[in-house]
T-cell receptor, first 113, second 114 residues
Framework: LAKTTQPISMDSYEGQEVNITCSHN???????ITWYQQFPSQGPRFIIQ???TKVTNEVASLFIPADRKSSTLSLPRVSLSDTAVYYC??????????????FGSGTRLSIRP | DTEVTQTPKHLVMGMTNKKSLKCEQH?????MYWYKQKAKKPPELMFV???????INESVPSRFSPECPNSSLLNLHLHALQPEDSALYLC?????????????FGPGTRLTVT
């Protein structure tokens, strides 16, 4: 199973760009990389997903190098409401009829005014 | 409708009680999941249902019993729980059971076992 490693916590200020890196050295060929955001006492919320190179949506960008052993979630111009825990996951496709997702330990992001 | 609903929001039960957690989605998703999350920890996968069949059981104790009556509903039956089972129980669904499917999570049920 692909295991992920993330920084435990990060601090930043409103208006800054925040980059959170996740390492997944034993990612499998068919695994995708997914990031979720979680606020206290709520379920996680999907942010972005990618397989290789760069993916961008309206809230974030995901950078994946050619070896796919790491990935970086980039949040442009953060605000106080981006304070949350961010989880990096890789999908395990071994089960052809089901999904097995292992959440990493998560990065607690704190944004200050 | 991109919502996963869970009931109840909060549940307090004694160690001898039997209770059930309920989860519902109307997005036509064919995979549904139960997770357990302790404070300041990541969610831990408990069960996965794919096309209404139990496909993954992560060595969960038998005091937790999942049930998928139909493609929109997922239950978690609880019996003889221990205080250490107190946690946030999250339900999620995805379009299919493949690893690259985005999961939609419900708000969770906060369970306290006394």
């Amino acid at each position: 199973l692909a295991k992920t490693t993330q920084p435990i916590s990060m601090d930043s200020y409103e208006g800054q760009e925040v980059n959170i890196t996740c390492s997944h050295n034993n990612i499998a060929t068919n695994d995708y990389i997914t990031w979720y955001q979680q606020f206290p006492s709520q379920g996680p919320r999907f942010i972005i997903q990618g397989y290789k190179t760069k993916v961008t949506n309206e809230v974030a960008s995901l950078f994946i190098p050619a070896d796919r052993k790491s990935s970086t979630l980039s949040l442009p111009r953060v605000s106080l409401s981006d304070t949350a825990v961010y989880y990096c996951l890789v999908g395990d496709p071994r089960y052809s009829s089901a999904s097995k997702i292992i959440f990493g330990s998560g990065t607690r992001l704190s944004i200050r005014p | 409708d991109t919502e996963v609903t869970q009931t109840p929001k909060h549940l307090v039960m004694g160690m001898t009680n039997k209770k059930s957690l309920k989860c519902e989605q109307h997005m036509g998703h064919r995979a549904m999941y139960w997770y357990k999350q302790k404070a300041k920890k990541p969610p831990e996968l408990m069960f996965v249902y794919s096309y209404e069949k139990l496909s993954i059981n992560e060595s969960v104790p038998s005091r937790f019993s999942p049930e998928c009556p139909n493609s929109s509903l997922l239950n978690l039956h609880l019996h003889a729980l221990q205080p250490e089972d107190s946690a946030l129980y999250l339900c999620a669904s995805s379009q299919d059971g493949q690893g690259q499917s985005e999961q939609y999570f419900g708000p969770g049920t906060r369970l306290t076992v006394t």
